[in-house]
């Protein structure tokens, strides 16, 4: 047992195998059955000698109950409690963070509840299966998010399951969007309080609309062209996607996104086709796609009071005056 180490000695107690316990300062050392044995080794530079030629076989280490060296029963041990070295044992983690790490031991049960609520929305087991899966990853600390990367964090053999729930599959995209919209406002929201006389203007929820960009390197990504990448901060090789986030006091959240697909893609049939972009599809521009999204959230009644967005959307004067006309404030 370790009695106690300093950047200059470490003693170290044993107790013979016989049952017999002595002292030992080397060679030819020896003791009665009551008497306590040591080893007193030097430590400097992280070297031990724990190979020392005079500790035999019948010497074993053992350790001794916390009782024990308190209450200082052993020759030249002072308790614990005096050691000025040593530092009472204290949890050094912090409270808040340690909530948070409870939260976060609880996501992988909360991912699979929220799984059976979309599960209706895939028409076949496998790319219901397969949709787990993907998102397990896609919460993962893999590098990359490639097919072949999510197949072998899934353990699949290949990455065809997971490359065909993103394209042929067949399951209702619209409704897995609502519902996860309505489980993330149902955690979201909390009960509205009563307002009283003095109260001032709520602020929250709120709707805030942004765009991201994401680099390629290639050009069959559907709506990928040279465009400003707000990722990078310049133009380059680039999808784009408007998102909107739904924001109260508790937290916020995505609800809703939409591609944006540049009007020379629209134009072009050949290569619509070969990047499955339906017919239906017609050109909108950003603020357009921004608008469509607040709609939706319009039609699912949930409360906003106001909608912020940056100078791409706030600079477009029709989007500003439908969104006054909706009695909602934008910044």
Known sequence: MVQGMSSQKLTIWFQSQTGSTGHSDGPGGGGSDHQQYHYSGTFISSHIPWNSPWITNDLVPFSLGCETLETGKLPGVCPISKEKRMRPFQSTTDPQLQAFLQQVSRWPLALRDLHQRIAACFARPEPRRHALLYLQAI????????????????????????????????????????????????????????PTPTEAE??????????????????????????????????????????????????????????????????????????????????????????????????????????????????????????????????
């Not at 680039?238 to 697909?261: K, M, N």
């Not at 607040?294 to 477009?316: E, M």
């Open 139 to 194: 919460l993962s600390d893999i590098p990359r998010k490639n097919g072949w990367q999510i197949a072998e964090h899934a353990r699949l053999a290949s990455p065809s399951g997971i490359q065909r729930l993103l394209s042929r599959a067949v399951w209702d995209e619209a409704a897995v969007r609502d519902a996860l919209r309505s489980a993330l406002v149902q955690t979201l929201l909390s009960p509205a309080p009563v």
């Open 202 to 331: 709520p602020l929250f929820p709120i709707l805030v609309i942004d765009e991201s960009g994401f680099p390629k390197r290639g050009t069959h990504s559907a709506g990928v062209q040279p465009q400003y990448c707000g990722v990078s901060g310049r133009v380059e090789n680039c999808q784009v996607g408007v998102f909107l986030s739904y924001v109260t006091a508790l937290g916020h959240g995505l609800i809703d996104r939409e591609v944006y697909v540049p009007e020379q893609w629209c134009c072009d049939p050949a290569r619509r086709q070969a990047a499955h972009i339906p017919a239906s599809l017609t050109f909108r521009t950003k603020p357009e796609l921004a608008q469509r999204m607040i709609q939706r959230t319009q039609s699912a009644h949930l409360p906003i009071c106001w909608v912020v967005a940056d100078t791409v959307y706030g600079h477009c004067p029709d989007l500003r005056q439908w969104v006054e006309e909706q009695a909602t404030p934008m910044r």
